[in-house]
């Protein structure tokens, strides 16, 4: 699994030019390829770990969610 930062960014809305606060958290690639004036937002930091290996996105997609109720957990 791979440690991947996800943050929130300030960017400009094309229409008015004003900035606003992204709804979802983007990687700094993703978000510097769509917006690149883009700003992270300071302590909205999340690490997610993403599979790297086919292996790894198997397992991934097999295992409960946290929140599951019971009887959906093996």
């Not at 960014?9 to 900035?19: A, L, M, Q, S, V």
């Not at 606003?20 to 769509?34: C, I, P, V, W």
């Amino acid at each position: 699994m791979k440690p991947t930062e996800f943050w929130l960014w300030r960017i400009r809305d094309e229409r008015n030019g004003k900035f606003y606060k992204t709804r979802h958290r983007m990687t700094e690639a993703d978000a510097l390829a769509r917006h690149p004036e883009a700003v992270r937002v300071e302590g909205s930091l999340e690490v997610r770990d993403l599979p790297e290996t086919e292996e790894e996105l198997r397992a991934f997609h097999q295992r409960p969610a946290a929140n599951a109720p019971a009887a959906f957990q093996k």
